[in-house]
C-alpha cells in the first residue's frame, strides 16, 4: 500500500565535508546491494553496487559499507560537492529474481 | 553506456480518459523491464516486472487492469495507465535490465503523469 504525507529524512552537510547516508534493508537473504542517487525529476542514477560477499566496495568519491549483521548499509561521499545535493536510494535484491526493494530515502543538502 | 529513454516525460490527461507511458532501450536488449512508481517525497513502489513476449508479473495490490503492461519487443515496454483517476497522479519510472547492458540496471528519466 500506500503511504501518504512521508518526508523523506534530510541529511545537510557543508561543503568539503564527507557524508554518511545509512540504510536498514529487510530481507536478510538480500545478497546485493546499489546505492542510487535521484535528482529532482529524474529517474534514479547508479552510484555504486556490493554483493553479499564483501563488506566494504570503494567508488571514485564514493565508498559502500555492508554489514549483514544488523542488515544495515551507508553510502559514505568524501568532499561532498553542491553537485550531490538529491535524494539517496539503498536499493536490495537477492538472486534470482532481478526485483530491486527500494529504502525509503534519504535527501542529501549540500551547504556552501 | 546503457540509456533507457522513457517518452513522455510529463503528461496531463483528463478522468476516464488512458495514457501510454514508453519505456525502450537505447543500445541493448533489455529482456527484463521494470516499472516502478514514485508519490512525492516517497521511495520507489515496484509495480510490476516484464518480460519480453510474456505475461507481466504484478506486485501485490497493483491492479492489472488499470496498469497494462506490454513488452513486445527487445527494446520496448508499454505501460498503460487505462480509465485515469486524479489518484492514478504519480512519477512513473521504467528501468531495464539486458544481458548487454552487464547485470545493472538502468533507469529512464521518468513521467509525470497528472489526472484533472
Known amino acids: 500500500g500506500e503511504s501518504v504525507g512521508l518526508h523523506l529524512p534530510t541529511l545537510s552537510v557543508q561543503e568539503g565535508d564527507n557524508s554518511i547516508i545509512n540504510c536498514a534493508y529487510s530481507?536478510?537473504?538480500?545478497?546485493?546491494f546499489i546505492w542510487y542517487k535521484q535528482e529532482s525529476g529524474k529517474g534514479p542514477q547508479f552510484i555504486i553496487d556490493?554483493?553479499?560477499?564483501?563488506d566494504k566496495r570503494q567508488g571514485q568519491r564514493v565508498t559502500v559499507l555492508l554489514n549483514k549483521t544488523v542488515k544495515h548499509l551507508s553510502l559514505q561521499i568524501a568532499a561532498t560537492q553542491p553537485g550531490d545535493s538529491a535524494v539517496y536510494f539503498c536499493?536490495?535484491?537477492?538472486?534470482?529474481?532481478?526485483?530491486?526493494?527500494f529504502g525509503t530515502g534519504t535527501r542529501l543538502k549540500v551547504l556552501a | 553506456g546503457a540509456v533507457v529513454s522513457q517518452h513522455p516525460s510529463w503528461v496531463i490527461c483528463k478522468s476516464g480518459t488512458s495514457v501510454k507511458i514508453e519505456c525502450r532501450s537505447l543500445?541493448?536488449?533489455?529482456?527484463?523491464m521494470f516499472w516502478y512508481r514514485q508519490f512525492p517525497k516517497q521511495s520507489l513502489m515496484l509495480m510490476a516486472t516484464?518480460?519480453?513476449?510474456?505475461?507481466?508479473?504484478?506486485e501485490q495490490g497493483v491492479e492489472k487492469d488499470k496498469f497494462l503492461i506490454n513488452h513486445a519487443s527487445l527494446t520496448l515496454s508499454t505501460l498503460t495507465v487505462t480509465s485515469a483517476h486524479p489518484e492514478d497522479s504519480s512519477f512513473y519510472i521504467c528501468?531495464?535490465?539486458?544481458?548487454?547492458?552487464?547485470?545493472?540496471?538502468?533507469f529512464g528519466s521518468g513521467t509525470r503523469l497528472t489526472v484533472v
Open positions: 528501468s531495464a535490465r539486458g544481458e548487454s547492458a552487464g547485470n545493472g540496471y538502468t
Open positions: 530481507n536478510s537473504a538480500s545478497d546485493y
Open positions: 556490493i554483493r553479499s560477499n564483501m
Open positions: 536499493a536490495e535484491s537477492f538472486s534470482g529474481t532481478y526485483k530491486y526493494i
Open positions: 543500445d541493448f536488449q533489455a529482456t527484463t
Open positions: 516484464s518480460n519480453e513476449g510474456s505475461k507481466a508479473t504484478y
